[in-house]
Nanobody
Framework: QVQLVEFGGGLVQAGGSLRLSCAASGNFFGPNAMGWYRQAPGKQRELVAAITSGGSTNYVDSVKGRFTISRDNAKNTVYLLMNSLKPEDTAVYYC???????????WGKGTLVTVSS
């Protein structure tokens, strides 16, 4: 099993910034992808950004140029720097890890990000 603990959510005004972090522990091994998803009230969960253990990244179009995903492999931690936040970024943000060798997905419990207008 892999345990994920997220930090960094909160309330911020539009135009502000937040940084989320997610630390993985437990049986975390091999090539993998770490990512952030979000779910706003009444909406489906969507991928925000992801990064592989090799450093390849992808972003949903709505956050390109504003959000940056990064990781520290030595700390098994993924970060999401969110700049120029908009009210529509308000959601619960979830960390997800996909381990390729055992083809398993692991999810964090989520952290709430609220952007006020």
């Amino acid at each position: 099993q892999v345990q994920l603990v997220e930090f960094g959510g909160g309330l911020v005004q539009a135009g502000g910034s937040l940084r989320l972090s997610c630390a993985a522990s437990g049986n975390f091994f091999g090539p993998n992808a770490m990512g952030w998803y979000r779910q706003a009230p009444g909406k489906q969960r969507e991928l925000v950004a992801a990064i592989t253990s090799g450093g390849s990244t992808n972003y949903v179009d709505s956050v390109k140029g504003r959000f940056t995903i990064s990781r520290d492999n030595a700390k098994n931690t993924v970060y999401l720097l969110m700049n120029s936040l908009k009210p529509e970024d308000t959601a619960v943000y979830y960390c997800k890890v996909t381990q390729y060798l055992d083809a398993k997905d692991y999810w964090g419990k989520g952290t709430l990000v609220t952007v006020s207008s």
